[in-house]
């Protein structure tokens, strides 16, 4: 299996753009997770999904961010209008299990807003 | 509200030690605990999953422990390598969701 995807790795816009982060779990799995880490903050999670509905989105920050679930491969985070404080990495995970839980990450896409 | 720490933030160790990373939480209540390493500029990669019925896993040269009663975890890595050098992150699910609470890490150096 090739892990959790995601694109693009390294993201440079300016403020006020829209971003779209995009993300392919791993096959086979039912939960979906969306993280930001910053040094200030460490790791956060923003929303997560289960069989492609969101469960939690308390973690999203402002009504800026947006996330979607299309389909079970396949998953985005949007961001609009962009500002120079959401600059951080922004990891995507998914499980294949509640009940065991072990979250796999992939390399994740590091925002920069100019 | 469960609070995870991890103590020293930072370590340095000559090659071929073995060494111990921890890990605590406030809340016993916990559903697993999970040992990840984060290399810098990288995601992060899982090591190791206890579960909370669980007292230790074992992978390779680590070894990670589970003291519920006394919130602890340990992660015990023998014959430590310059290629474990990275951030080691613990987090810990609890029984009342699925959010994971994040440890805010120990940056492991091992000098040759």
């Known amino acids: 299996d090739a892990g959790v995807i995601q694109s693009p790795r390294h993201e440079v816009t300016e403020m006020g753009q829209e971003v779209t982060l995009r993300c392919k779990p791993i096959?086979?799995?039912?939960?979906l997770f969306w993280y930001r880490q910053t040094m200030m903050r460490g790791l956060e999670l923003l929303i997560y999904?289960?069989?492609?509905?969101?469960?939690?989105d308390s973690g999203m920050p402002e009504d800026r961010f947006s996330a979607k679930m299309p389909n079970a491969s396949f998953s985005t985070l949007k961001i609009q209008p962009s500002e120079p404080r959401d600059s951080a990495v922004y990891f995507c995970?998914?499980?294949?299990?509640?009940?065991?839980?072990?979250?796999?990450f992939g390399p994740g896409t590091r925002l920069t807003v100019l | 509200k469960q609070e995870v720490t991890q103590i020293p933030a930072a370590l340095s160790v000559p090659e071929g030690e073995n060494l111990v990373l921890n890990c605590s939480f406030t809340?016993?209540?916990?559903?697993?605990l999970q040992w990840f390493r984060q290399d810098p500029g990288k995601g992060l990669t899982s090591l190791l999953l206890?579960?909370?019925s669980q007292r230790e896993q074992t992978s390779g040269r680590l070894n990670a422990s589970l003291d519920k009663s006394s919130g602890r975890s340990t992660l015990y890595i023998a014959a430590s390598q310059p290629g474990d050098s990275a951030t080691y992150l613990c987090?810990?699910?609890?029984?009342?969701?699925?959010?994971?609470?994040w440890g805010a890490g120990t940056k492991l150096i091992i000098k040759p």
């Open positions: 995970a998914s499980s294949d299990r509640q009940f065991s839980g072990e979250q796999f």
């Open positions: 096959s086979g799995h039912d939960y």
């Open positions: 999904f289960n069989n492609n509905v969101p469960i939690d």
């Open positions: 809340d016993s209540a916990i559903y697993n």
């Open positions: 206890i579960q909370s």
């Open positions: 987090a810990v699910r609890t029984d009342s969701n699925y959010q994971l609470i």
